[in-house]
């Protein structure tokens, strides 16, 4: 019976880290570049380009870049000025002459 029951909460457990993270990431700033767009976005030091996706919309007559958190940072790290990542325009999709415009929020900041 213990067996069972440990089986149970192993296989709940594993239904919980299997359930889907994607949150629309407030991001701290953004610069676009020639050739790709940065983003700086929040950090507790194991933030890595991978842990994000994207959607580009089109938006009347503009493209509306997003950018979604996919795998939460769970580090303890004090970086407080975040981590920048980078998606080239290939990546994103977007070619030359297209206009757009980042549709995340800009966090609030405070002076240190």
Do not use: W
Request: charged letters at 20%.
């Amino acid at each position: 019976m213990k067996a069972l029951l440990s089986l149970f909460i192993l296989a709940i457990g594993m239904n919980v880290q299997a359930q889907s993270y994607d949150v629309k990431e407030s991001v701290m700033g953004y610069i676009p570049r020639p050739s790709e767009l940065f983003f700086q976005v929040r950090s507790g030091g194991c933030t890595s380009k991978e842990d994000f996706r994207f959607e580009v919309e089109n938006a009347g007559g503009m493209k509306k870049v997003t950018l979604y958190r996919i795998r939460p940072d769970e580090c303890y790290a004090f970086v407080p000025f975040g981590k920048v990542i980078s998606f080239s325009y290939q990546e994103l999709g977007l070619h030359s002459g297209d206009h757009f415009y980042v549709g995340n929020m800009i966090q609030t900041a405070r002076v240190m």
